[in-house]
C-alpha cells in the first residue's frame, strides 16, 4: 500500500462532518435527522421528557489516540471552523469522516480542502465508503473501507499491529431533559468503552457488520477480559467515572471475555455499571445473576417479530426476557424494525401493539432499509426494488422507504413509523417513568444482597430515585394528569411506593425539585412547539502537537466552542444539579 512521503511526520486532521444538523439544507442536513441518539430514534414523541444528549465522534478519536503523527480531531464544525482550521494550520493529510446520509457534505468538504489547502491528501472513511461508486461523487485521494486505525497506521508506515490505546472518551454530552440542561460534570457521565468494531452474526441489513466483514468476521481491539479490565481502569482513573457505555455491537456474544471481565472486576471489588448492546439469544447466555454481577444496568437489545426470520430470537419468549431484566433492575432498550417483509397494512398495528406490549424502558422504532453494503441492498437491487431517485440524506431509517416494499406505500411506511413513537408513549409513558421502575425493582430485590459489590451499585442508583427522580416522578404525574390519566396514575402510584420506601427526605425534595421540573418542562414543550432544536459544540482537540513556529510540544489540546445561544439557567442552578445523576443511569 502506497504510504505518505513524511511517514509519522505528516500533519493529520480528522473531522466529523460540518453542522448544523437539525435544519433541512443543500447538504444534506434534515430536521428531522438530528445530531442525537434518543431524540432522533428513541425518544422523539416524548416533548419535553425527550432525553436530549450528544455522543463524540469515536471512530476518528480512536484513530487519533493510535497514531503518533501530530493530529488535530476537529468534531462538530460548522464550514466556517472547518475553512478556518484548514487555513490557519498547514495540513498534509485531511481526514473526513462520514456515514451514508452525509455525502453531501463530504463533498462539500472535499471540494473546501482543494481551494483552501490544495497541497493536503484527501482520506475519507467510515460508512460512506461503501456507497458503490462513492469514488465518483466525491473528490477524494483515498477512500478507506473498514476499521481506520490500521489503514492510517500503514499509510503513515506505522506498526499496524500495536496495541490500541483507547482514549478516554465522556459518553454523553449537552445532556437535558424536561427543560433542564444538565452540567458537565466530571465523573457524572458514562464513559464509552469500544472493545470491536462489526458482528459476526451478519443479519442481512445490518451495515456495521458488512462494514467490517459481515457474517462470522469483526475487529477486536481488546481479546481478552484482562485486557479490557485494564482499559477501563485506566478510564476510570481519567475520568472518574463508575459506569461505562460498551460500544460494542454484541458485547454479550463474546462469553469467554465478559466472564474474565467478571473476575477480574470481583478480584478488585469494582462496582462498575455496564450499558451494552446484545441480542436476546446472547443474554439468554447468562444467568441474570452474571449480569446483576457484572454490572450490566441497561441492555439495547431488538424485538423483532416472532414472525420475522432474523434468528436473534429463535427459542427466546422475548416478553418474558424483558420482563426478568427489569425485575433485575436492568433497563431495556428495546428496537424494532417497521417494514420487515410480512408486515402489510392490515397486520402492522397488531405487530406494533405486539412490540410496545413489551413496556421497555426505551423503544426505538427504524424503518426497514436496505442501506449500501449490506447483502438486504444488494439483493433488493438484484430483484430491481430500489428507488432511484432517494436522495441518500434521507436513507436514515426515520422518514420513508427507499425500496418497493411488497405492501406498504413509501408514504404509509412514515404514517406507521410515527404511529409507533406515538403509541409507545400513550401506552407506557415517558422513559424517565420506566427507567424509574427498573430502578426501583431492582433496589427492591438487591439492596440488601449478600454481595457487597452488587449492594453498592443498587444504592448508588437509588440514590438518584431518593431525590430527583422521586421529584421528576411528581411533575410527570401533574403534567400527564389530564392528558394521559392511566399514565399518571402509574406515576403517581410508583411515587408514592418511593417514598414509603425512602421517607421523609424524598418527600422533602420532591417538595422543593418537583415544582421547578413542572415548570421547566412546561417551558420546554412551549419551545420545542416554537421550533428550538439543539446542536453539539465544536470541539478541537490536538495531540502530538507542535504549534507552527513553536518548538515546544503539546500533548493533548481541547478547546470547545459553544455553538448555540441557549441561555444559562442560572435560576434554576439547584434542580440541574440535583438531576445532573441521570446521564449515568441511561448508559450515555
Ligand atoms: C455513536 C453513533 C451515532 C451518534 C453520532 C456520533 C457522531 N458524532 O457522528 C448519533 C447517536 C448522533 C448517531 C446518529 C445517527 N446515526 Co449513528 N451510530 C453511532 C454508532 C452507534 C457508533 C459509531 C461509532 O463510534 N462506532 C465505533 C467506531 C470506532 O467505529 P466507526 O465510527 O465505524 O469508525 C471506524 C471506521 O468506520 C473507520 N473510520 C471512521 N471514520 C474514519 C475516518 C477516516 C479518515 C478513516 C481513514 C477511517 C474512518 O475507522 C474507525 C475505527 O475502525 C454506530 C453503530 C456502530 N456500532 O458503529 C451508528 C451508525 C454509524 N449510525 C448510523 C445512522 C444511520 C445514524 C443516523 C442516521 C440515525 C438513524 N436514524 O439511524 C443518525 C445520523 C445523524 C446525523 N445527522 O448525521 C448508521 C450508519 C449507516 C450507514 N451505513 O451510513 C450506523 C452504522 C448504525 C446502524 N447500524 O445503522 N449515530
Ligand atoms: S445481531 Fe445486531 S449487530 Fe449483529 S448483525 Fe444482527 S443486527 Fe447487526
Not at 472547518?82 to 481526514?95: C, I, M, P, Q, S
Not at 439468554?284 to 454481577?293: D, G
Not at 437489545?301 to 427489569?326: A, F, N, V
Request: glycine content about 8%.
Amino acid at each position: 500500500m502506497e504510504t505518505h512521503p513524511k511517514g509519522s511526520r505528516a500533519r493529520i486532521l480528522l473531522s466529523s462532518v460540518f453542522g448544523p444538523y437539525a435544519q433541512d439544507d443543500e447538504f444534506g442536513s434534515r430536521s428531522i435527522n438530528p445530531m442525537e441518539l434518543y431524540h432522533n430514534q428513541v425518544t422523539r414523541a416524548q416533548g419535553s421528557f425527550s432525553l436530549r444528549m450528544f455522543h463524540r465522534s469515536w471512530g476518528i478519536m480512536m484513530i487519533q489516540a493510535n497514531i503518533s503523527a501530530p493530529c488535530s480531531v476537529l468534531d462538530f464544525p460548522t464550514r466556517k471552523a472547518f475553512a478556518r482550521e484548514l487555513t490557519k494550520n498547514h495540513y498534509d493529510v485531511v481526514g473526513i469522516s462520514s456515514i451514508i446520509v452525509n455525502v453531501g457534505k463530504v463533498r462539500e468538504m472535499c471540494r473546501m480542502v482543494r481551494e483552501l489547502s490544495p497541497g493536503s491528501v484527501i482520506v475519507v472513511g467510515g460508512h460512506v465508503a461503501a456507497i458503490p461508486g462513492v469514488e465518483a461523487m466525491i473528490d477524494a485521494d483515498h477512500i478507506v473501507r473498514g476499521e481506520g486505525i490500521s489503514w492510517m497506521r500503514r499509510y503513515l508506515g506505522e506498526d499496524e499491529h500495536a496495541p490500541i490505546r483507547h482514549p478516554a472518551i465522556v459518553s454523553g454530552l449537552q445532556t437535558r431533559i424536561m427543560g433542564i440542561r444538565l452540567p458537565n460534570r466530571k465523573g457524572g457521565t458514562a464513559a464509552t468503552i469500544i472493545p470491536s468494531v462489526g458482528c459476526p452474526m451478519g443479519c442481512n441489513f445490518c451495515t456495521t457488520s458488512a462494514f467490517f466483514g459481515g457474517k462470522g468476521k469483526f475487529v477486536n481491539f481488546y481479546e481478552t477480559g484482562d485486557e479490557l479490565f485494564d482499559v477501563m481502569c485506566g478510564i476510570e482513573a481519567e475520568l472518574k467515572v463508575h459506569s461505562f457505555f460498551v460500544m460494542d455491537e454484541n458485547f454479550l456474544l463474546h462469553r469467554t471475555r465478559a466472564m474474565r471481565l467478571l473476575e477480574r472486576m470481583k478480584e478488585a471489588g469494582k462496582s462498575w455499571e455496564l450499558s451494552v448492546f446484545a441480542s436476546a439469544n446472547a443474554i439468554r447466555k447468562y444467568t441474570m445473576l452474571e449480569l446483576v454481577e457484572l454490572g450490566v444496568s441497561w441492555v439495547w437489545m431488538g424485538l423483532e417479530s416472532p414472525k420475522s426470520s432474523y434468528g436473534k430470537l429463535q427459542g427466546t419468549d422475548i416478553g418474558q426476557l424483558t420482563r426478568e431484566l427489569r425485575e433485575h433492575g436492568i433497563r431495556v432498550q428495546g428496537s424494532t424494525i417497521i417494514g420487515l417483509e410480512h408486515h402489510t397494512p392490515q397486520n402492522i398495528h397488531e405487530e406494533i401493539e405486539y412490540a410496545v406490549s413489551h413496556g421497555t424502558d426505551f423503544h426505538q422504532f427504524m424503518l426497514y432499509t436496505p442501506v449500501p453494503g449490506t447483502p438486504l441492498y444488494a439483493q433488493m437491487q438484484q430483484e430491481g426494488r430500489m428507488l432511484d431517485d432517494v436522495d441518500l440524506a434521507d436513507i436514515h431509517g426515520q422518514f420513508k422507504f427507499n425500496y418497493k416494499h411488497a405492501a406498504i406505500s413509501r408514504d404509509e411506511s412514515k404514517v406507521f413509523l410515527d404511529w409507533a413513537f406515538r403509541h409507545d408513549f400513550e401506552r407506557n409513558g415517558p422513559s424517565l417513568f420506566r427507567i424509574c421502575e427498573t430502578t426501583f425493582q431492582g433496589w427492591k430485590r438487591y439492596h440488601n444482597d449478600p454481595d457487597l459489590r452488587v449492594r453498592r451499585r443498587f444504592a448508588a442508583e437509588a440514590r438518584k430515585l431518593r431525590t430527583t427522580y422521586n421529584a421528576a416522578l411528581w411533575a410527570m404525574e401533574k403534567r400527564l394528569r389530564t392528558t394521559n390519566p392511566t399514565i399518571s396514575k402509574r406515576i403517581r402510584d410508583l411515587r408514592c411506593e418511593v417514598e414509603s420506601a425512602f421517607g421523609t427526605f424524598t418527600r422533602m425534595v420532591r417538595v422543593v425539585v418537583g415544582p421547578v421540573l413542572l415548570w421547566t418542562s412546561k417551558r420546554e414543550d412551549k419551545r420545542l412547539a416554537n421550533g428550538v432544536t439543539y446542536e453539539p459544540e465544536t470541539f478541537v482537540e490536538r495531540r502530538n502537537w507542535i504549534a507552527k513556529g513553536k518548538e515546544s510540544h503539546t500533548a493533548n489540546v481541547v478547546t470547545m466552542h459553544p455553538r448555540h445561544t441557549e441561555q444559562p439557567l442560572t435560576n434554576i442552578a439547584a434542580a440541574r444539579v440535583a438531576v445532573s445523576s441521570l446521564s449515568q443511569t441511561t448508559g450515555d
